[in-house]
């Protein structure tokens, strides 16, 4: 596969395959860059409409292939806040591999959506508040929200770095490690974002749908033995621009 050129939204490249077992269910998402509010998405049901990528191993077209409901939290939704979404699954015939195509509003494993964690994660590790107004603002537990904040900041060295590097590969501006890891990781996500931001397609799904697509949905996953798909060797769907008005 060539490398990655995330200005050119034609070139599509995604998640790699964890394994090659037959009829493998990939453990890693493959995260497209949705820009459909919530409730959007969760009305659309099984018809939504999202892009179908190329398999990442093959580069052979994905086809459909069944899916599965999950649940999603989020503040202002009709029909009450934990609704059901349809995450349709995508299938690599010749490599035996199906995906899982997320949507960028959710984060691999978590019930609320990027924009809630990211909004308790930017309150917190930025020093505005403590963990507990933002989860009570947020509208989550605290110790879900508690949670969110210590797996960030586990990962802010890792995540500073790559983000940073991220945005200076995106032409922006160079972030230099601050002291206090936490608000590196905070500053590196927004000069990263605002690198994109000047790129076709990604200015419309805000700071935290951006770091969900370039980490695979596993900004603030428990294993940390995973990739990390920023700096060099990105491996993420940019997003398809928006027609102008
Ligand atoms: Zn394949």
Redesign the pocket.
Request: with cysteine; net charge negative; hydrophobic share 0%.
């Given at each position: 596969m060539s490398p990655l050129n995330v200005r050119d939204p034609s070139s599509p490249r995604l998640t790699p395959i964890a394994g090659r077992d037959p009829e493998a269910v990939s453990p890693v998402a493959i995260v497209w860059p949705c820009p459909l509010p919530v409730d959007a998405y969760v009305a659309a049901g099984r018809k939504v409409e999202v892009p179908r990528p190329a398999?990442p191993?093959?580069g052979?077209p994905l086809v459909f292939w069944s899916g599965y409901w999950r649940h999603v939290r989020a503040g202002g939704l009709a029909g009450g806040r934990c609704p059901k979404i349809f995450v349709p699954r995508v299938r690599?015939g010749?490599?035996r591999v199906s995906h899982a195509l997320l949507p960028a509003f959710v984060l691999a494993w978590r019930l609320d959506v990027a924009e809630t964690v990211g909004a308790v994660i930017g309150q917190v590790a930025g020093g505005a508040c403590g963990v507990r107004p933002a989860a009570a603002r947020a509208g989550v537990p605290y110790t879900t929200a508690r949670g969110w904040v210590r797996r960030f900041g586990a990962r802010a060295p890792e995540l500073g770095a790559g983000f940073a590097a991220l945005a200076v590969e995106l032409g922006g501006e160079a972030i230099r490690p601050a002291g206090q890891a936490g608000r590196f990781a905070l500053a590196a996500v927004g000069a990263a974002f605002a690198a994109a931001a000047g790129l076709p397609g990604w200015l419309g799904l805000g700071a935290w749908r951006f770091a969900s697509s370039v980490s695979g949905g596993r900004l603030i996953a428990a294993n940390t033995g995973s990739p990390f798909l920023v700096a060099g060797k990105r491996r993420f769907m940019p997003p398809v621009p928006s027609a102008p008005p």
């Open positions: 398999c191993s093959c052979e690599c010749p490599c």
